[in-house]
DNA sequence: AAAGAAAGTTAGACGGGGCTAAGATTATTT
DNA sequence: AAATAATCTTAGCCCCGTCTAACTTTCTTT
């Protein structure tokens, strides 16, 4: 193997590219829908739509409480702050649509709910644009869309 | 807040759901990509890549060799496996068809990029083959197409 | 063939986010 | 109002993937 070339470790990019977390997202998303499903979103809750224990819930509450995103009081309950729910519909919106898109494509719910539970995460505002105006148009071309499903149909 | 109802925290889900981590991937992506343009995948090159130090590097692949992704030698340098080149190559296709697709909504460069970095770890094979249906029939449509690039830009 | 430079490695630490076990608090039964 | 059940919290631990600092090996120069 050949050698000399610009070396050196090369600077750390600093991580405020993305403000929060896919976790956070997750956990905002979830006490977002459990609001409005239920009126309320307790850890015990969070942690059944998770799937994860009730202390890391806990936790990430507490962390989520100090980053301004909710307001939390230990025993007894939580609400998001405006700066929670603007993140918190964001992401709902991301992750309705991917799921319509998808859902458009044919694809099977189980697998549209895996795919956008992954991607909702990484799709930039002006990737959700263009795929609004894409789902939009589609939606007048069912032939297309025909043609679509059917040489997707593996 | 009310009370009653089915408790306890649920088991986890085992991580053999997907079985290599977008991490991984990220490295096998590089790694071949070094391959196919210099011939050889270097520590410092990965590093330099992927924008990480040289020491993380060393470290990951010596995690990929132990899961027989790679073969490496201390030292020395690396080659994949036959099962590193897969998994390469099928995130290399995802890479490219998500870059394809973005691209004919009429995408930045950039926007592209930084989304597909992240959107390619998170689709399946059925969600694959949608997009690549899908981008094939887009290619007949420029009409279409125009009308989406004109709506999404904002 | 030294000496210096580049590349690679090891050791030890850290932050994120998860877990279990045990204890504290609140709600529900009796 | 006890007693019991449900929920919540804390403490301590773990894994992943990253980092820096120091050291080793390999390559390039001279």
């Known amino acids: ?20 977390s896919s976790t ?3 956990y ?3 006490i977002l829908e459990l609001i409005n499903t239920k009126g ?3 850890v015990v809750d969070i942690a059944e739509s998770l799937q ?11 962390k989520l409480d100090a980053e301004g995103l909710l307001n939390y009081e230990r ?9 929670g729910q603007t993140l918190a519909l964001n992401i709902t919106r991301r992750h309705q ?22 991607m909702e995460h990484h799709i930039s505002a002006p990737t959700v644009r263009a795929i609004e105006a894409l789902t ?17 149909q593996q």
């Open 1 to 20: 193997m050949p050698r000399k070339q610009t070396t050196k470790t090369p600077p750390r990019r600093p991580d405020s590219d993305r403000a929060h």
């Open 40 to 42: 309320y979103a307790r």
């Open 28 to 30: 905002l998303e979830r």
């Open 52 to 62: 994860i224990s009730q202390a890391s819930v806990t936790n990430m509450v507490q």
């Open 97 to 118: 649509l991917l799921t319509d898109f998808l859902g458009l494509l044919g694809l099977e719910d189980n697998v549209i709910y895996r795919d956008v539970e992954g």
């Open 136 to 152: 939009e148009q589609l939606k007048r071309q069912p032939a297309l869309l025909e043609r679509v499903r059917t040489a997707a």
């Open 75 to 83: 025993y007894r309950g939580m609400i998001l702050t405006t700066a």
């Open 24 to 26: 956070v997202e997750d």
